[in-house]
């Protein structure tokens, strides 16, 4: 699209001080009451479902990060942070469909800081990292009151929010292995090879389970639908039990490290609060760097979860609030920071996870559901979510309730094979809807099988190098996470979406980035626009039009999902 005479290459409005945040509050205040009148046995089957998958995970970095950070942090911290992180923003947020927690590339740059912080700075590591947390949270206030949402997420492509979900699958899949690595040199062969056992039984019960719906005409529905929604709950407790069981009972475990009371898990410390201001006037200053790309980290994670949790396929009517979010984010972070625990911001695959539990075929619409009369659909039976904040209340406060010595003793029974299995199936479940697990099967497809190209493209060598390009990205980033450098991960995630919009161009086509490639937060795709790569008065009024009057700005290209899980998005976005 060229500009027309007298066109601006941008909209003032996008950069107006405060306009986002303004807008999200009366956003919140018209939503929040009917966020908490719905509640009913699906709800509670999400919470339940969203616990385990919240919890567990995030024990398992609790686990690494227990070795990993010489128990600065521990089991205890990573609760304790996601209870409290989860509570505050069930409670007050503008997306309560958006899953807080302890994420994989976090613990990923946190181990790197505390190596940094031991082997090359000589300071302590939890002032330092409460600095960087400090920092983080004025960066969140800035980009929130400048309406950051408006000018960048509008310049992601799919190609950069696949990259960083495929980063999460395997980032999960690596936390696994070593896990397995970890009982292998602490235990006995025989209790290695049943924690082998333990982890494929995990998630291959879990998987088994999660397709009960349709074992249609065995068992009544509502057994075939407990069975589903409650897949991974049952098969954890299962195998968190067997190896109690007979001649099981024997072998030596290797279960999660616990505290006994109601205090830090280091044996340093007496009580949740960091005496940051004994740190060095020099390091405050340094500490602006790792809180600039923890920054760039939480921001881009955040946004993406909350992108995928509310994309077309849920059909979500209610809108959400993205400055108001990354201001309440920047607020936990810093909070988080000053307790001395790890902090916790979107969760990949869990936000998403979150809305397929809450997915339901409304057949008869009540205003009651909505803001107002004229967001009700036109066409009844169209797939959609129970937006409400009960689900992610609930299940955040049962993991705070889990920082007491009880139930914190219970934690303790679960052997570690069980978090790799859970690990794995996170993994399967973000990989098996991402776009571009797809195209690699593609890659082995013979060419008479492959569904027709467009008009514009001759062959699929253009869309499987589009594919391999992703792969080689996602473990390139991946080895980096693995060296020295891998707290400077963010920035390389960040960096792809200047390369989809610059340099891809030139090699390839725009009909091939066309049909692979889309905005991740509008419709349409960059090669609608001008070869400046700019955005156009016209683009930045129907942008600021979309934002201001629509329900919501997150929207996504298609997900490849089975047939019966998709929504019919025109029905049931009909103010979209």
């Known amino acids: 699209m060229d500009l027309k005479e007298g066109e601006k290459p941008a909209d003032k409005r996008i950069l107006q001080p405060f306009r986002l945040l303004q807008q999200d509050l009366r956003r919140l205040r018209q939503r929040y009451i009917s966020d908490w009148t719905v509640f009913n046995q699906l709800i509670v089957a999400s919470a339940v479902f969203v616990f385990f998958s919240n919890l567990l995970p995030g024990l398992t970095f609790a686990n690494d990060l227990y070795v990993s950070t010489d128990r600065n942090w521990g089991t205890i911290e990573v609760i304790f942070s996601t209870g409290l992180c989860g509570v505050i923003f069930s409670l007050a947020s503008a997306q309560p469909l958006t899953i807080l927690g302890v994420t994989g590339p976090f613990c990923i740059l946190a181990e790197n800081l505390y190596s940094l912080c031991q082997s090359s700075f000589g300071i302590p590591f939890l002032p330092f990292m409460a600095w960087s947390l400090i920092h983080a949270a004025w960066m969140h206030y800035l980009l929130a009151i400048f309406n950051a949402h408006d000018w960048t997420m509008i310049y992601v492509t799919t190609f950069a929010t696949e990259i960083f979900s495929l980063l999460n699958s395997v980032i999960?899949?690596?936390?696994?292995?070593?896990?397995?690595q970890r009982v292998h040199d602490?235990?006995?062969?025989?209790?290695?090879?049943?924690?082998?056992?333990?982890?494929?039984?995990?998630?291959?019960?879990?998987?088994?389970?999660s397709t009960a719906e349709r074992w249609k005409p065995l068992f009544h529905r509502y057994i075939r639908m407990g069975l589903s929604e409650y897949a991974a709950a049952i098969s954890i407790i299962i195998f968190i039990g067997l190896p109690h069981a007979g001649e099981l009972a024997t072998l030596d475990r290797d279960t999660l490290s616990v505290s006994s009371s109601f205090r830090p898990t280091s044996p340093n410390r007496s009580s949740f609060f960091v005496h940051f201001w004994d740190l060095q006037l020099g390091w405050i200053f340094a500490a602006i760097i790792p809180g600039c790309i923890i920054?760039?980290?939480?921001?881009?994670?955040?946004?993406?979860?909350?992108?995928?949790?509310?994309?077309?396929?849920?059909?979500?009517?209610?809108?959400?609030?993205?400055?108001?979010?990354?201001?309440?984010?920047g607020t936990t972070t810093a909070m988080c920071g000053i307790l001395g625990i790890p902090p916790a911001n979107g969760l990949l695959p869990q936000a998403p996870l979150h809305s397929q539990s809450l997915l339901h075929r409304e057949t008869n619409t009540t205003a009651s559901s909505y803001i107002n009369e004229e967001e009700k659909p036109e066409v009844d039976g169209c797939d959609t979510v129970y937006e409400q904040r009960w689900s992610h209340f609930l299940h955040a406060g049962g993991i705070l309730c889990f920082v007491s010595p009880p139930f914190m003793y219970v934690l303790g029974l679960t052997p570690t094979s069980v978090l790799a299995g859970l690990f794995l199936y996170m993994g399967e479940q973000s990989l098996s809807v991402n776009p571009i697990l797809f195209r690699v099967f593609q890659l082995v497809t013979p060419p008479s099988e492959l569904p027709k190209l467009p008009e514009g493209i001759a062959s699929y060598l253009p869309i499987h190098l589009y594919t391999i390009f992703q792969v080689l990205v996602t473990a390139g980033i991946f080895v980096v996470t693995l060296t020295k450098a891998g707290p400077a991960f963010p920035v390389l995630i960040m960096a792809l979406v200047p390369l989809r919009l610059t340099l891809m161009r030139r090699v390839w086509s725009k009909a091939a980035l066309q049909f692979v490639d889309h905005w991740a937060c509008r419709n349409g795709a960059p090669e609608g626009m001008n070869e400046e790569g700019s955005v156009t008065q016209s683009q930045a009024d129907d942008i600021v039009q979309d934002i201001e009057g629509g329900v919501s700005t997150i929207r996504q290209a298609p997900v490849f999902e089975k047939k019966d899980k998709v929504a019919p998005i025109d029905s049931c976005l009909s103010n979209a």
């Open 172 to 180: 999960y899949f690596h936390k696994a292995i070593q896990e397995l």
């Open 186 to 209: 602490q235990t006995s062969f025989a209790s290695f090879l049943y924690s082998i056992i333990g982890t494929i039984g995990t998630l291959l019960v879990a998987i088994f389970l």
């Open 295 to 329: 920054t760039i980290l939480f921001f881009f994670d955040h946004e993406i979860s909350s992108i995928i949790c509310t994309e077309g396929r849920f059909g979500i009517r209610k809108p959400g609030g993205p400055a108001w979010d990354i201001i309440l984010l």
